[in-house]
C-alpha cells in the first residue's frame, strides 16, 4: 500500500512557474506507475502526466504538452510536476496517483491517491 501527500501549489500569475512534490509512504512506490491530475470546480478530473516506475517512459495531456515536466525520484519516494508558462485554465487541484501495471491516463484505474494541492493562476 502507497500513501500520497502533495505539497508545492499556490498562487502564481500567467506566465509563471510552479514545482508540485508528491512525497510516497511505502517501499512499492519505486514499482508503481505515477500520474499528476487535476480538477477544476464544475469538472470532471482529467489526466495531465504519468510517467513508468523506472521514470523512462512519460506521457502528457495534450494541453500540458511542452510546459510541463513529470520526474520521480525513486531513492526519495518523490514523484514531481515542474509546471512552467501557466495558463488560468491550469488552475486545479492537483493529485497524485499510482497503480501497479502499465502507464495508464485513465483517473479510475489508479488504485492510491494524495489530498490535492491547490493551484491558482491568475490572468
Known amino acids: 500500500q502507497v500513501q500520497l501527500v502533495e505539497s508545492g501549489g499556490g498562487l502564481v500569475q500567467t506566465g509563471g512557474s510552479l514545482s508540485l512534490s508528491c512525497a510516497a509512504s511505502?517501499?512499492?512506490?519505486?514499482?508503481?506507475?505515477m500520474g499528476w491530475f487535476r480538477q477544476a470546480p464544475g469538472k470532471e478530473r482529467e489526466f495531465v502526466a504519468a510517467?513508468?516506475?523506472?521514470?523512462?517512459?512519460?506521457r502528457y495531456a495534450d494541453s500540458v504538452k511542452d510546459r510541463f515536466t513529470i520526474s520521480r525520484d525513486n531513492a526519495k519516494n518523490t514523484l514531481y510536476l515542474q509546471m512552467n508558462s501557466l495558463k488560468p485554465e491550469d488552475t486545479a487541484v492537483y493529485y497524485c496517483?499510482?497503480?501497479?501495471?502499465?502507464?495508464?491516463?485513465?483517473?479510475?484505474?489508479?488504485?492510491?491517491w494524495g489530498q490535492g494541492t491547490q493551484v491558482t493562476v491568475s490572468s
Open positions: 496517483a499510482g497503480r501497479p501495471g502499465g502507464l495508464k491516463m485513465t483517473p479510475g484505474v489508479y488504485d492510491y
Open positions: 511505502g517501499r512499492a512506490f519505486s514499482s508503481y506507475v
Open positions: 510517467i513508468s516506475w523506472k521514470g523512462v517512459n512519460t
